[in-house]
Nanobody, 118 residues
Framework: QVRLVESGGGLVQAGGSLRLSCAASGDIFSINTMGWYRQAPGNQRELVAVISRGGATNYADSVKGRFTISRDYAKNTVYLQMNILKFDDTAVYYC????????????WGQGPQVTVSS
């Protein structure tokens, strides 16, 4: 069992920055990949960025060069630094954690709102 608690989000003007945080608790040892997904109104959930246990990262093409995912193992926390925000980045952002044992599963954070104005 893994629990994810997100913080951050809010309202920012286009070109600005925000940082999201996601703290994990529970069976931390079983977590492999952590990541961020987002869902805009009327759209399906899409991957934003992921980071593996070993630190390998992958980003959606739409955020490459602007967003950075990082992981603090001592604090069991994953971050998403969002720079040069665009109006199209407006969405609910969900933190995720993939657990390998006892059974493969994915856990989700509560999904704070990020709104970019222009």
């Amino acid at each position: 069992q893994v629990r994810l608690v997100e913080s951050g989000g809010g309202l920012v003007q286009a070109g600005g920055s925000l940082r999201l945080s996601c703290a994990a608790s529970g069976d931390i040892f079983s977590i492999n990949t952590m990541g961020w997904y987002r869902q805009a109104p009327g759209n399906q959930r899409e991957l934003v960025a992921v980071i593996s246990r070993g630190g390998a990262t992958n980003y959606a093409d739409s955020v490459k060069g602007r967003f950075t995912i990082s992981r603090d193992y001592a604090k069991n926390t994953v971050y998403l630094q969002m720079n040069i925000l665009k109006f199209d980045d407006t969405a609910v952002y969900y933190c995720s954690a993939d657990q390998r044992s006892p059974n493969p599963s994915r856990y989700w954070g509560q999904g704070p709102q990020v709104t970019v104005s222009s």
